[in-house]
């Protein structure tokens, strides 16, 4: 089998997938997916842009709909982005092929730049179909970007823009210059030295966005809701052919098969790529009739962790008073956390709530026990801490 030297690693790839980064939906209702994600369920907004629908609808004849020019680039922690909203029409424009797609990104992250340089070869030699590979803007990632079976786009990046104590991103004044359009030979100069050398004054020039009543005591810090989401991830999406998309997943991206199921007529897959139980979940399409997911949508749900089981109680008490119905899963199609629950938003996508995934080695047997399903009101105030309670990967920063 061939090996690659990654870092003085044998890889049996010349990357690995360290984590999600982030991943973007293709909304029908963007005004009400903004309420949803950022004012709702309080992802924090970096950037939003009109590039694109700038360069590809400059008459305006096509973005007729509310909301269609603006990507919008949201965050919980230091990433500059973590969630990304697009309009449908705009992807339309972009990506005619596949436009009943209603993801427009999956993101993963690798360990380094030479690890996405790897990639772009290895890709490129495994026939797979690249769409392109350089460094976007807004959020500075170099990235390359390739076509799945199912006509998703994902995405391998390392080291997104990190947005900092002063909410402040990278000023638009930079963009142009940072953007590359073809990936270039390596190294580049660090982050560190693309800013010098710029005029002082243009530092603080980036977008910041409004603050926020802070009515909320959550764990020691006043916050705008009564929970902060600390964790993204697993995606979860549905997918024609789920021999076919393993093949992709698991063969050719490196994730690890943690199971394999039937429930109630529905196949699924759940793959790791790190310690998480699963990162992403493939399912067939018989789950949207199951769960009630809108007709050919790609995305069964994203999942959010908050920071404690205290916080999953309340954030669903505070979700569903703002609107949001809470769905009733099947536990068997959601294992791998001690609680979880679902919520539908606007587009009818789920909004996976968790405190604590569970926690084993990439690969290794699942076996863990169930997980408990909402409605969450029906869950006791405390448990006793998993073994594995606070594992995995840790937020950061402060809240807030
Ligand atoms: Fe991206």
Known sequence: MTTYDVGGVRLPRPFQIRRVSHIGLNTVDAPAMLKCYRDHLGLRSTDSSENLANRLDPD??????????????????ADHHQFVLMHRQLWSLIDPEH???TINQLSWQVGN??????????????????????????GS??????????????ELTFGMEQVG???????????????HRTFPDLPIP?????????????????????????????????LARPFKVVGLGPFS???????????????????????????????????SCNSGHHALALYAPEVRERVGLPAGTSVFGVGFQVA???????AVAYLTDCGYAEVDVPAELVPGFSHVTHLRDPDGNLMQLYFHQRQLPPGADDGVPPSMVGPASSWPQTIDAPVDVFGGEIFMGPWG
Request: glycine share 12%; proline share 3%; no cysteine.
């Open 60 to 77: 305006g004849e096509h973005l007729t709909a509310e909301g269609a020019r603006e990507m919008h680039f949201l965050r919980y922690g």
């Open 99 to 101: 436009a009943s797609v």
């Open 113 to 138: 730049l030479a690890e996405v340089a790897g990639a772009v070869d290895y890709l490129g030699g495994e026939k797979q179909r690249i769409l392109r590979s350089g460094r976007d803007m807004p």
């Open 141 to 154: 990632n170099w990235h390359t970007y390739v076509l799945d079976p199912n006509g998703y786009t994902d």
């Open 165 to 179: 104590w002063d909410a402040l991103s990278k000023p638009r004044t930079y963009w142009d210059s940072l953007r």
């Open 190 to 222: 660090s982050e560190f030295a693309e800013v010098e050398g710029r005029p002082a004054g243009e530092l603080g020039t980036g977008f910041r966005p409004q603050a926020e009543e802070e009515g909320y005591a959550v764990d020691g810090v006043l």
């Open 237 to 271: 999406i549905v997918v024609d052919d789920l021999d076919e998309s393993l093949g992709f997943y698991r063969d050719l991206f490196g994730f690890q098969v943690r199971s394999r199921a039937t429930h109630d007529g529905v196949d699924f897959a759940m793959l």
């Open 308 to 314: 404690n089981h205290r916080q999953l109680l309340d």
